[in-house]
């Protein structure tokens, strides 16, 4: 029923399947999670649905094996950074694959040109072109993957609850309420938003730095949100409370979580809180 379930999620929601495919390659079994996603890209082909194999496929790949390594014993950093790397590699070399044997060279920008058209009507004064969102493609691609990755452990124990499954948890696995971004990618994403902002000749630098930005957005996004959530936990909000302020994230406060996530390097407001919880206690 998962298997199923999370098949029809990963087609139907985008990375918001991650939460059933992640609990699908932590409960059944690897021939199970292989089968299952190499028939879905087979039938995805066979339909003509060329970009949705390509993503739902990477998407995949990257949660499967960062399973694999995470039963292995691998830090969850470096099973994070390899599964994200095969994912983006899958998702080059299949798209590679389908424009040389099935003639789709113009999908791409069909697949842009909605975006295209929204920019140009948000900032007519600034017309983007076409060539110029291919560029970042990659870095979009990659914050969707790194998104795919968050969700699916921000949600998987309530979807593993959700289809009554026992878990073996793995002790090198990462804990999600403790997920905090690594020094250097901190160092790398602030020179990148530097690198990003200054004119100069080297075009193609700008652009791998914008690249670099755009997922580090992301990244910095989700470090906020579990900051949130575990101020939430430590200041007992309620249901209720908890649903409104997650409204008001979706609808509003997206950039401030953006900024607390990268204050937190510095502040480490988890920590501040549980010496304050414990000073409290005693």
């Known amino acids: 029923?998962?298997?199923?379930?999370?098949?029809?999620?990963?087609?139907?929601?985008?990375?918001?399947?991650?939460?059933?495919?992640?609990?699908?390659s932590v409960t059944a079994k690897p021939k199970i999670f292989w089968s299952a996603g190499i028939l879905l890209i087979a039938v995805l082909l066979l339909s003509g649905?060329?970009?949705?194999?390509?993503?739902?496929?990477?998407i995949w790949m990257t949660l499967g094996l960062y399973n694999e390594l995470e039963k292995r014993g691998t830090s969850w950093r470096i099973?994070?950074?390899?599964?994200?790397?095969?994912?983006?590699?899958?998702?080059?070399?299949?798209?590679?694959?389908?424009?040389?044997?099935?003639?789709a060279q113009n999908i791409l920008s069909e697949l842009l040109l909605p975006l295209q058209q929204t920019m140009n009507k948000a900032f007519p004064e600034s017309p983007v072109e076409i060539s110029t969102l291919k560029a970042y493609v990659p870095g979009i691609f990659s914050a969707m993957l790194f998104s795919s990755l968050a969700i699916g452990f921000i949600l998987e124990a309530k979807v593993i609850r959700l289809f009554q499954i026992q878990q073996n948890r793995v002790a090198s696995g990462l804990r999600w309420l403790e997920f905090r971004l690594p020094d250097v990618v901190i160092w790398i994403s602030l020179f990148a938003a530097l690198f990003s902002m200054i004119s100069f000749d080297f075009a193609v630098l700008q652009k791998i730095s914008l690249n670099i930005v755009i997922v580090s957005v992301v990244a910095f996004f989700f470090q906020g949100v579990v900051v949130t959530e575990f101020l939430?936990?430590?200041?007992?909000?309620?249901?209720?409370?908890?649903?409104?302020?997650?409204?008001?994230?979706?609808?509003?406060?997206?950039?401030?979580?953006?900024?607390?996530?990268?204050?937190?390097?510095?502040?480490?407001?988890?920590?501040?809180?549980?010496?304050?919880?414990?000073?409290?206690?005693?």
């Open 1 to 24: 029923m998962l298997t199923l379930t999370s098949v029809v999620m990963s087609v139907l929601f985008s990375f918001m399947g991650a939460p059933f495919l992640r609990a699908l």
């Open 232 to 282: 939430t936990r430590a200041f007992r909000f309620g249901p209720v409370s908890k649903m409104i302020l997650y409204i008001l994230i979706v609808l509003q406060l997206a950039p401030a979580l953006v900024l607390l996530g990268l204050v937190d390097y510095w502040v480490d407001f988890r920590k501040r809180i549980r010496k304050k919880l414990k000073a409290n206690s005693n």
């Open 49 to 58: 649905l060329t970009l949705a194999s390509v993503y739902i496929g990477a």
């Open 79 to 103: 099973a994070g950074l390899v599964s994200l790397v095969a994912g983006i590699a899958f998702a080059a070399i299949a798209y590679s694959l389908t424009i040389r044997f099935l003639g």
